[in-house]
């Protein structure tokens, strides 16, 4: 059985900038922003937004949860995330045993 990944979609910003003026440059930047976004594994996707909010400072936290549609606590993880992120991450990307539990469980007969 193969695995299926899923493909996030490309979230449309809801700021008031993009929704007045939806082909400003600001409103592009945006655009780029969650297009990058959307093709990023969750840690990266984490690791990134985290990186923006921290550079654009005070209020970056809510600032990128409206721009990517991500919740605040994430991006508040990938922040704390940062500075220990290894160089190269492993090839797992959840803790063991995170995400869903399994569909089929195996049934073991006595």
Known sequence: MAKEHFQRGI????????VQHP??????????INRLVAGAD???RRLLVG???QQHGRGGIAHFGQVT?????????GQRELPHAPPK????????????????KKVRTC
């Open 51 to 53: 990186f923006l909010a």
């Open 69 to 77: 549609g991500l919740d605040p606590d994430t991006i508040a993880r």
């Open 89 to 104: 991450p492993s090839r797992r990307i959840r803790r063991r045993g995170a995400g869903r539990p399994r569909a089929e």
């Open 42 to 44: 969750e840690r990266t």
């Open 11 to 18: 979230h449309v910003c809801t700021c008031p900038t993009c």
């Open 23 to 32: 082909h400003s440059s600001v409103a592009r930047e945006h655009r780029r």
